[in-house]
């Protein structure tokens, strides 16, 4: 609670446009409306505004310890004040909770058929939509902005340290081995993390 208070003023601040979000229980909504589904540039604009409050936050929480599991889809949602219904709640809920299984948040075949339509390259791919393929051919959203490079020399080593502090704490205990798995599974995610980061650092003259 209180990392979510230090970080509010600065969600503020980011261009939320026509977006929503909602906080129930220990789930956290965000959507983006689109008129026209079959529209891959109104669906892309409607990505990116998700991905740029995605980089931030989950980049942000990672850095304090908290992990994150879910999914991004595109489908049916009614979103108001009072309540949250729809498919599209339907279909993300059942992704987070038998398909991410791991801390990651997968992105939806629906979705993908739509980023298909763009026929890029593997790199390409993983640059545009922010995507990394695992080794279960699922794709997930990567919690990291590259292009960011003031944000990620401080948040990967804090990140890095963070799940290493929470694994050698498991380490021993008791009926922890899931736990650990998905710890593990997350540092395996930082470190490739780290060598993109410096794949991409290269092609510049720093």
Known sequence: ILTSTKMLPKIEKLNMDSMQLKVFSDNILVAYPVE????????????QKIQT???FFLSMFVTEGFL??????????????????????????????????????IISEELLKVFDEYNLSDVEFEE???CLKDSDDNVYFDFFD?????AMDSHLPLAKAKIIEKIQKEKGGKNRA??????????NYLDEVEQIYSEVKSN???
């Open 36 to 47: 026209d589904t079959k529209d891959k540039k109104e669906v892309f604009i409607a990505y």
């Open 53 to 55: 409050f995605l980089h």
């Open 68 to 105: 994150f599991r879910g999914a991004i889809t595109i489908n049916k949602l009614l979103i108001n004040e009072l309540m949250v219904w729809g498919a599209g709640l339907s279909e993300v809920v059942h992704l987070e909770e038998n398909v991410a299984i791991y801390p990651r948040v």
């Open 128 to 130: 545009k939509f922010s």
């Open 146 to 150: 590259y292009s960011d490079w003031q």
């Open 178 to 187: 899931k736990i650990l798995q998905k710890y593990n599974w997350f540092k």
């Open 204 to 206: 510049y003259d720093i």
